[in-house]
């Protein structure tokens, strides 16, 4: 599988790093974006010459408004990955809500809904979250956001099911990364950063809709069938 054009938002993010690894030799030119210009430099000076030569990079402050003045959506991509995130939520504040909601939801989906209208074939990838998909109370907003990016993933799905463009939504469980750094995850539920770039990458080949590490597909059934009287009383 070859690609023209691609676009990854949040590439400096663990996964989406790995997912880049598998597809440089792949792709014709690669966009890179995310909020650190510096950590975008830093990654396109560790690789080859010749994968250096096809990579641009555009950082930009994370917010909606930057990217509606700055970014050029006259571009077209055959491919957007979107691997942004954030998951950081210890204080209860406003500007703890917009970073979240935008890091986790309007800033990548804006984009991505923007370029899909151009799009005329290729596939639209986004990772959002098993949180997504039932309110915890661990990780309220958090949760919150990936609902909605599950949700707008699933309505851009039903949008483009005539068109020669897949929406591909991503579960990927527990994953080792700078997001979970510290945190305890049983070993047999978490995932290395390559094995969901793989997974992503098979999806896209094979056009499917949902992706779920197995053991996760498993745990997000049984998360959703638990009676509310029932999930409101458990601790996790
Ligand atoms: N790790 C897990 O266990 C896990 C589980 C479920 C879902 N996920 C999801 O998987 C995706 C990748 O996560 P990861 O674990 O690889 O995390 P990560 O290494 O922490 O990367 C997330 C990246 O998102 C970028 N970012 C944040 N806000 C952004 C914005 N507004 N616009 C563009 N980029 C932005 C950050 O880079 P800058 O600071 O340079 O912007 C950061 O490097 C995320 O959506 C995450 O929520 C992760």
């Not at 509606?68 to 809500?97: H, K, M, P, R």
């Not at 990772?127 to 949700?151: C, F, P, Q, W």
């Not at 699933?154 to 469980?173: D, E, F, H, M, W």
């Not at 750094?181 to 949902?210: D, F, Q, V, Y």
């Amino acid at each position: 599988m070859k690609f023209k054009n691609v676009l990854i938002i949040g590439a400096n993010s663990d996964i989406a790093r790995e997912f880049i690894y598998l597809i440089i030799d792949k792709t014709d030119s690669m966009l890179l974006l995310s909020r650190s210009n510096e950590k975008l430099i830093q990654f396109k000076d560790s690789l080859t010459e010749n994968h250096q030569g096809k990579i641009s990079i555009f950082s930009y402050d994370g917010s909606l408004e930057s990217i509606d003045d700055s970014f050029n959506f006259t571009q077209e991509f055959d491919l957007i990955f979107n691997a942004a995130g954030s998951n950081n939520e210890t204080n209860v504040d406003i500007e703890s809500f917009k970073s979240s909601i935008n890091s986790n939801f309007s800033a990548p989906f804006y984009l991505t809904y923007r370029l899909s209208k151009t799009m005329t074939s290729g596939t639209v990838v986004s990772i959002s979250s098993i949180a997504g998909d039932r309110g915890r109370m661990k990780n309220i907003l958090y949760g919150a956001t990936k609902s909605a990016m599950t949700s707008a993933m699933s309505g851009l799905r039903q949008k483009l099911a005539n068109s020669n463009v897949s929406v591909i939504t991503v579960i990927p469980g527990y994953v080792r990364t700078k997001m979970t750094e510290g945190h305890k995850m049983p070993k047999i539920l978490t995932s290395s950063p390559s094995r969901i770039a793989k997974l992503c990458l098979n999806g896209i080949k094979s056009r499917k809709n949902i992706i779920y590490p197995i053991e996760w597909l498993l745990i997000s059934v049984i998360l959703r069938l638990i009676p509310e009287f029932i999930f409101k009383r458990l601790r996790f």
